[in-house]
């Protein structure tokens, strides 16, 4: 009520200054009737440009390492020639964390050739297979039937690069390195293959028994290069052995089923430590 009365009195005061001032009341009139003056319409805000459309993140191409592997080793017609594939091959990331890489020992083409699992600390330092406590036990072993790797057998491994802290190979890393163990198998033509341990066994063979199951049989390798059959026998791994001397017995047996094997294949044997 108060408002009313201010807004009231307000009024007549503007009209009485206007009437001062030679404004008439139909003048008046007219501008107390006007609409009030509108503001300016606010800038309408530019519009964001559209976004663009979200892209699925789509799945990386699968590594060509396998393949580039497979072609560097098809390509070697010699075992000297897979090596210098091997040294020049970089589809496997366990070179850049290893000193070198550990190839072979013994003499190619021999007519026994063992395969293991992948260089230790040892073998990686001085890139030979087996040249540390379990390739020093390995070498009596074989000795115990005549063979060695200065006369008659020729070793190498799945894997020829040091695994960081020995951890297992992973998939990607046995891919990459299973065309040239398998090539070397190809060139070396070994009469008698020996996979010693589970690993190098189920990698091989293409089999997923325990080693405890295929241990001292005779065996077939099964390598699509090859024209003929190649024999195979698994054996317990040293570094096994060096942490359960109990089973030191059947790998005592096995050698012998080796040495029996060899002797009907015709393949001449040491006299033995």
Avoid at 266 to 271: E, M
Wanted: proline share 9%; aromatic share 6%.
């Amino acid at each position: 009520m108060v408002a009313e009365v201010d807004n009231e009195r307000a009024l007549r005061a503007l009209l009485g200054w206007w009437a001062e001032a030679g404004v008439d009341s139909a003048e008046a009139a007219a501008i107390l009737a006007a609409p009030a003056m509108q503001e300016p319409a606010a800038r309408a805000a530019p519009k964001a440009p559209p976004k663009p459309p979200v892209r699925k993140a789509s799945k990386p191409p699968p590594s060509s390492a396998p393949e580039d592997a497979r072609r560097a080793a098809d390509a070697a017609g010699t075992l000297v020639e897979l090596r210098a594939a091997l040294e020049a091959f970089q589809g496997c990331a366990l070179k850049g964390t290893a000193r070198q890489t550990v190839f072979s020992d013994g003499v190619e083409g021999a007519p026994v050739m063992v395969v293991g699992e992948a260089p230790g600390r040892d073998e990686d330092a001085e890139g030979r297979p087996f040249v540390g406590r379990s390739g020093q036990l390995l070498d009596r072993m074989l000795g115990s039937v005549g063979f060695s790797r200065s006369d008659n057998t020729f070793i190498s491994n799945v894997i020829f690069w040091r695994p960081p802290g020995n951890r297992p190979p992973t998939q990607g890393e046995i891919a990459a390195c299973l065309p040239f163990i398998e090539r070397a198998v190809v060139l070396a033509k070994p009469r008698i293959l020996i996979l010693s341990g589970g690993f190098a066994a189920q990698t091989l063979l293409k089999r997923d028994d325990g080693v405890m199951r295929l241990r001292g049989k005779r065996l077939t390798c099964p390598l699509p290069a090859l024209t003929e059959p190649l024999h195979a026998m698994v054996m317990l791994h040293p570094a096994y052995l060096l942490r359960r001397p109990q089973d030191k017995r059947l790998a005592w047996a096995d050698l012998l089923a080796l040495a029996d094997w060899a002797d009907e294949l015709g393949i001449q044997r040491g006299t033995g430590l």
